[in-house]
């Protein structure tokens, strides 16, 4: 035992002791950390459950068809059927009609719907049913095509979106063709990436007229998707947005329709196109109010009869054969009317400026504040004014009429003429068209109005004027008056959270009071950017309703709605859809109040949950930079150990509270650390298991024995150099993704033979209390230069897991490749960039050449070790970009580079001055 320990180095044993406590301390540091992440991610997972569960009932009614739909295949021109086998453009009908479509005569309104992604061109279904109904009351119908993808993944695939636009040009080509000459434009009707092809045909196909639309109706489309995971993608979006501006000039009109909360694929953000000529959610579209999700937004009956009554409003009747308006006005209107400002009816109607009164009519004098009915009224045979006067102590006039059916109901005029005791008008300006209807809790008809009376540009205006015929009687019938100054109405909650109660829990500063006879309130939320909550009470009515609107600035169309009654008086949590971490634009709660009733009205931010729920929903594409980020850091601290790793951490964290990144990184950490803890887990316990998968797959593919399959494995991974040539060989008929997919598995079964190897180093470690052996040990750890497994296995850990993250974009090129293998067996449209990437990744960790190399500590490592903290620095800049997740497609090939550098660092001997 004395021999042993002179032998020992003092110093060695020294620096062991340090190392030893210094290993303790830093455990002691982590072991600190490890609750707060713990807590972090308990409360990500509870914001994702609330956001995947979290919104309203599906109320929407199922469309459903007469008779049984059917669909015609229409053929295209030879080439461009050979060139494009997996897509088909078809017709539908029902009943009878489909023999005048099987004899291809068409004498309609031509209108192409385009499947989303991986979605069906049995979708059009809803939509023209609904259209054919409608069509036997009138004397033109629309004639419906459709396109079929073969359920491409266009939303991953910048090649399948190339393909698909392309073809759907030659679509609206041939079904013009159809018509000979009778037809110049079609309509089109895109779903989910459907829309974003519809722009794409018309824009980026060549020889293609953007004026072979007449207009453009887009579902659930992304205009900013959250994965861009090739470069052709990226572009595809980049090039469409540079010619976007040629539709508005060929005066196509585009509507944009969202979701809502319940579509958490297309989030409302994502909907929101800036070129548009309307933008609107589900949930804001007059007479739907409902919220749809990704699929149902097809179906909901609500929604498709408004899409349906829009294109017969845009229609010209006069034209022969009748077609789509080439007026732009008269589409907007139409549009509009239908998606916007609905004031009465189901169709469009043209209100006329002036309107005369009749002289015969009764007039009512009504009180600044004042609810009228007919409940004690006789059924009369005149027409009733109702008269308020203006400008009188007020700035604003609020008119809620509950069950007024006639379409010219609301006017403002100058009244001169004496009738009696009054002074009456003759004629008045028209209003009705500035009017909106409400949502009602009790499904009657109601409308309402906010006159702003500084915007009325009418000279020498004293009342407003509701008329009110008398088939208006014949039901129930409230109209509520509410005069008042905007000022007086409009509460705040900027200051309210700041109140010292409140800080203390108590909930007794934010209520807010109304007055009684009010019906209008406003509630701006400059401090609530992304989840609000409600609680509404009434403090002398046992029964009561209450309507609550929450407005975004940026968009008009994203309105939602809560009704709040005696029975279901919350409180309600409301989200931010398109306003949420934009500090500048302020929403604003809208109230519509029973004027009767005095109401408590308690606003609150939203729930932890909530907050992080809003917050995944934008901003979950994030976490992929951020953890290839991380994992640069890391793999940066472990090339050159000697580097101070605390400055690093501290500027990480710096940077990441400049972008706004923190808690994403965080997560992203969270990430790594369970994937890390996941893969020990499986080389741990699936090693065998993924071996065996190899052994089988081998066995088929070359029709060998298991045992021979296995030796052959065996060999094969003796051998790097003659198995990286097999995987190369494989891309070029096949697909790089597809080579990068191999390789991450093959890396995995190296670490699992490293792990066994490590198993084997710890069984012999009983024997080394024999001297023989132990000096055996020595001799032989000296031979290795000191090399440690364990840290080995933790290197190529980490480079294990920036491999595999970085073939996450491998995954959609690889399942277009195996989903069109019989129609081509290589995929000619992947992205060469990241091809060239995933081979450099492939060949690098196949031949076994990526070593981190933290043995030395020249100036050559410290040079790399500095350039990939400073790259991964660039990369969590790039989650602060306007559009982040364009940036995605990025990780490959800066992983490629990253790992070739690395390469080089190991594989080129150090010189001693290095």
Same mark, same amino acid.
């Given at each position: 035992?004395?021999?042993?320990?002179?032998?020992?180095?003092?110093?060695?044993?020294?620096?062991?002791?340090?190392?030893?406590?210094?290993?303790?301390?830093?455990?002691?540091?982590?072991?600190?950390?490890?609750?707060?992440?713990?807590?972090?991610?308990?409360?990500?997972?509870?914001?994702?459950?609330?956001?995947?569960?979290?919104?309203?009932?599906?109320?929407?009614?199922?469309?459903?068809? %007469?008779?049984?739909?059917?669909?015609?295949?229409?053929?295209?021109?030879?080439?461009?059927?050979?060139?494009?086998?997996?897509?088909?453009?078809?017709?539908?009908?029902?009943?009878?009609?489909?023999?005048?479509?099987?004899?291809?005569?068409?004498?309609?309104?031509?209108?192409?719907?385009?499947?989303?992604?991986?979605?069906?061109?049995?979708?059009?279904?809803?939509?023209?049913?609904?259209?054919?109904?409608?069509?036997?009351?009138?004397?033109?119908?629309?004639?419906?095509?459709?396109?079929?993808?073969?359920?491409?993944?266009?939303?991953?695939?910048?090649?399948?979106?190339?393909?698909?636009?392309?073809?759907?040009?030659?679509?609206?080509?041939?079904?013009?063709?159809?018509?000979?000459?009778?037809?110049?434009?079609?309509?089109?009707?895109?779903?989910?990436?459907?829309?974003?092809?519809?722009?794409?045909?018309?824009?980026?196909?060549?020889?293609?007229?953007?004026?072979?639309?007449?207009?453009?109706?887009?579902?659930?489309?992304?205009?900013?998707?959250?994965?861009?995971?090739?470069?052709?993608?990226?572009?595809?979006?980049?090039?469409?947005?540079?010619?976007?501006?040629?539709?508005?000039?060929?005066?196509?009109?585009?509507?944009?329709?969202?979701?809502?909360?319940?579509?958490?694929?297309?989030?409302?953000?994502?909907?929101?196109?800036?070129?548009?000529?309307?933008?609107?959610?589900?949930?804001?579209?007059?007479?739907?109010?409902?919220?749809?999700?990704?699929?149902?937004?097809?179906?909901?009956?609500?929604?498709?009869?408004?899409?349906?009554?829009?294109?017969?409003?845009?229609?010209?009747?006069?034209?022969?054969?009748?077609?789509?308006?080439?007026?732009?006005?008269?589409?907007?209107?139409?549009?509009?009317?239908?998606?916007?400002?609905?004031?009465?009816?189901?169709?469009?109607?043209?209100?006329?400026?002036?309107?005369?009164?009749?002289?015969?009519?009764?007039?009512?004098?009504?009180?600044?504040?004042?609810?009228?009915?007919?409940?004690?009224?006789?059924?009369?045979?005149?027409?009733?004014?109702?008269?308020?006067?203006?400008?009188?102590?007020?700035?604003?006039?609020?008119?809620?009429?509950?069950?007024?059916?006639?379409?010219?109901?609301?006017?403002?005029?100058?009244?001169?003429?004496?009738?009696?005791?009054?002074?009456?008008?003759?004629?008045?300006?028209?209003?009705?068209?500035?009017?909106?209807?409400?949502?009602?809790?009790?499904?009657?008809?109601?409308?309402?109005?906010?006159?702003?009376?500084?915007?009325?540009?009418?000279?020498?205006?004293?009342?407003?004027?509701?008329?009110?015929?008398?088939?208006?009687?014949?039901?129930?019938?409230?109209?509520?008056?509410?005069?008042?100054?905007?000022?007086?109405?409009?509460?705040?909650?900027?200051?309210?959270?700041?109140?010292?109660?409140?800080?203390?829990?108590?909930?007794?500063?934010?209520?807010?009071?109304?007055?009684?006879?009010?019906?209008?309130?406003?509630?701006?939320?400059?401090?609530?950017?992304?989840?609000?909550?409600?609680?509404?009470?009434?403090?002398?009515?046992?029964?009561?309703?209450?309507?609550?609107?929450?407005?975004?600035?940026?968009?008009?169309?994203?309105?939602?709605?809560?009704?709040?009654?005696?029975?279901?008086?919350?409180?309600?949590?409301?989200?931010?859809?398109?306003?949420?971490?934009?500090?500048?634009?302020?929403?604003?709660?809208?109230?519509?109040?029973?004027?009767?009733?005095?109401?408590?009205?308690?606003?609150?931010?939203?729930?932890?949950?909530?907050?992080?729920?809003?917050?995944?929903?934008?901003?979950?594409?994030?976490?992929?930079?951020?953890?290839?980020?991380?994992?640069?850091?890391?793999?940066?601290?472990?090339?050159?150990?000697?580097?101070?790793?605390?400055?690093?951490?501290?500027?990480?964290?710096?940077?990441?509270?400049?972008?706004?990144?923190?808690?994403?990184?965080?997560?992203?950490?969270?990430?790594?650390?369970?994937?890390?803890?996941?893969?020990?887990?499986?080389?741990?316990?699936?090693?065998?298991?993924?071996?065996?998968?190899?052994?089988?797959?081998?066995?088929?593919?070359?029709?060998?024995?298991?045992?021979?399959?296995?030796?052959?494995?065996?060999?094969?991974?003796?051998?790097?150099?003659?198995?990286?040539?097999?995987?190369?060989?494989?891309?070029?008929?096949?697909?790089?993704?597809?080579?990068?997919?191999?390789?991450?598995?093959?890396?995995?079964?190296?670490?699992?033979?490293?792990?066994?190897?490590?198993?084997?180093?710890?069984?012999?470690?009983?024997?080394?209390?024999?001297?023989? %052996?132990?000096?055996?040990?020595?001799?032989?750890?000296?031979?290795?230069?000191?090399?440690?497994?364990?840290?080995?296995?933790?290197?190529?850990?980490?480079?294990?897991?920036?491999?595999? %993250?970085?073939?996450?974009?491998?995954?959609?090129?690889?399942?277009?490749?195996?989903?069109?293998?019989?129609?081509?067996?290589?995929?000619?449209?992947?992205?060469?960039?990241?091809?060239?990437?995933?081979?450099?990744?492939?060949?690098?960790?196949?031949?076994?050449?990526?070593?981190?190399?933290?043995?030395?500590?020249?100036?050559?490592?410290?040079?790399?070790?500095?350039?990939?903290?400073?790259?991964?620095?660039?990369?969590?800049?790039?989650?602060?970009?306007?559009?982040?997740? %364009?940036?995605?497609?990025?990780?490959?090939?800066?992983?490629?580079?990253?790992?070739?550098?690395?390469?080089?660092?190991?594989?080129?001997?150090?010189?001693?001055?290095?």
């Amino acid at each position: 035992m004395k021999a042993d320990e002179d032998d020992r180095n003092p110093v060695w044993f020294e620096r062991s002791q340090i190392h030893k406590m210094t290993s303790l301390k830093r455990i002691m540091i982590y072991g600190s950390l490890v609750p707060f992440f713990i807590m972090l991610t308990v409360l990500y997972v509870l914001g994702v459950a609330r956001y995947v569960t979290d919104f309203e009932e599906n109320t929407c009614e199922m469309t459903y068809m %007469f008779e049984y739909p059917q669909y015609v295949r229409i053929s295209l021109k030879n080439d461009i059927e050979e060139k494009y086998p997996r897509f088909g453009l078809y017709a539908y009908g029902e009943g009878f009609l489909t023999e005048k479509l099987r004899r291809m005569h068409f004498t309609g309104i031509p209108v192409l719907f385009i499947p989303g992604n991986a979605g069906s061109h049995e979708q059009v279904r809803s939509i023209a049913s609904v259209s054919l109904r409608k069509s036997r009351k009138t004397s033109f119908h629309f004639d419906f095509f459709t396109v079929s993808f073969s359920k491409d993944y266009s939303a991953l695939y910048g090649g399948v979106l190339m393909e698909q636009t392309v073809y759907v040009s030659h679509c609206i080509k041939a079904i013009l063709a159809l018509y000979n000459g009778k037809a110049d434009n079609v309509v089109l009707i895109g779903h989910s990436m459907g829309g974003i092809v519809a722009k794409g045909a018309l824009l980026l196909a060549p020889n293609m007229n953007v004026s072979s639309a007449s207009m453009i109706i887009n579902l659930a489309s992304p205009y900013n998707p959250s994965l861009v995971l090739d470069s052709v993608f990226a572009n595809y979006y980049y090039e469409l947005e540079k010619h976007l501006h040629e539709i508005k000039d060929a005066g196509v009109k585009v509507v944009s329709i969202g979701g809502g909360p319940r579509d958490i694929l297309v989030p409302a953000a994502q909907t929101f196109d800036h070129t548009a000529d309307i933008n609107v959610l589900s949930t804001s579209v007059p007479t739907v109010w409902k919220s749809t999700d990704h699929l149902s937004i097809l179906w909901c009956k609500q929604l498709v009869f408004a899409i349906v009554r829009s294109l017969f409003d845009s229609v010209d009747y006069l034209a022969k054969p009748p077609k789509i308006t080439s007026s732009s006005d008269l589409k907007m209107k139409s549009l509009s009317y239908h998606f916007l400002q609905h004031t009465s009816g189901k169709k469009l109607y043209h209100y006329t400026e002036k309107v005369q009164f009749e002289a015969d009519g009764e007039w009512v004098r009504i009180p600044q504040q004042y609810v009228w009915n007919n409940k004690n009224e006789v059924k009369k045979s005149s027409t009733i004014y109702l008269a308020v006067e203006l400008f009188h102590k007020s700035d604003f006039l609020t008119i809620d009429a509950i069950n007024l059916q006639n379409k010219d109901w609301l006017f403002v005029c100058s009244a001169f003429k004496k009738q009696g005791q009054q002074k009456i008008c003759e004629w008045g300006w028209n209003l009705t068209n500035k009017t909106r209807l409400l949502p009602d809790p009790l499904y009657r008809s109601r409308r309402t109005i906010d006159l702003d009376l500084k915007e009325i540009k009418y000279p020498h205006i004293t009342h407003a004027i509701v008329r009110i015929t008398p088939d208006d009687l014949e039901k129930y019938l409230t109209v509520s008056f509410d005069s008042y100054f905007y000022n007086n109405r409009i509460e705040s909650t900027r200051n309210r959270f700041l109140h010292p109660k409140y800080l203390f829990g108590f909930r007794g500063p934010n209520l807010i009071e109304t007055v009684k006879r009010s019906i209008r309130y406003y509630i701006t939320l400059p401090n609530i950017i992304d989840a609000v909550t409600i609680e509404l009470k009434s403090l002398n009515c046992l029964k009561y309703h209450a309507i609550v609107e929450l407005l975004e600035s940026s968009n008009v169309g994203s309105t939602q709605s809560r009704i709040f009654t005696n029975t279901d008086d919350g409180p309600k949590t409301m989200k931010m859809q398109t306003l949420y971490g934009r500090f500048n634009d302020v929403a604003r709660l809208r109230m519509t109040l029973e004027p009767e009733c005095v109401y408590t009205i308690n606003i609150q931010p939203g729930g932890i949950v909530d907050k992080i729920s809003c917050r995944i929903r934008d901003r979950w594409p994030l976490l992929y930079m951020a953890v290839i980020s991380l994992l640069l850091l890391f793999i940066s601290i472990r090339i050159h150990c000697d580097s101070d790793t605390l400055p690093t951490i501290v500027i990480t964290i710096i940077l990441s509270f400049v972008f706004n990144v923190t808690y994403e990184t965080c997560i992203a950490l969270c990430i790594i650390a369970i994937s890390a803890i996941g893969v020990c887990f499986s080389v741990i316990f699936l090693g065998s298991v993924a071996h065996g998968i190899a052994v089988r797959f081998i066995a088929r593919a070359i029709t060998f024995s298991i045992m021979w399959s296995d030796w052959l494995l065996s060999g094969l991974n003796q051998l790097p150099f003659i198995l990286t040539v097999l995987v190369l060989s494989l891309i070029p008929t096949t697909c790089g993704a597809l080579g990068m997919l191999i390789s991450v598995f093959l890396y995995f079964l190296k670490l699992t033979r490293m792990y066994e190897d490590y198993l084997e180093d710890i069984l012999v470690a009983p024997l080394q209390h024999f001297n023989w %052996f132990k000096r055996l040990r020595r001799i032989k750890n000296k031979e290795e230069n000191d090399k440690n497994i364990s840290q080995e296995i933790y290197d190529h850990l980490i480079l294990f897991l920036l491999c595999t %993250f970085a073939a996450i974009p491998a995954v959609p090129s690889v399942l277009v490749w195996a989903k069109n293998f019989s129609y081509d067996t290589s995929l000619s449209t992947e992205d060469r960039i990241l091809m060239t990437s995933w081979t450099i990744l492939a060949v690098c960790g196949m031949l076994g050449i990526v070593h981190i190399s933290s043995s030395h500590k020249g100036y050559r490592s410290l040079i790399l070790s500095n350039l990939l903290r400073f790259t991964s620095w660039v990369i969590l800049s790039m989650t602060a970009a306007p559009r982040p997740s %364009f940036y995605q497609w990025c990780m490959p090939p800066i992983t490629a580079i990253v790992i070739t550098l690395i390469t080089l660092n190991s594989m080129i001997p150090h010189e001693q001055s290095d």
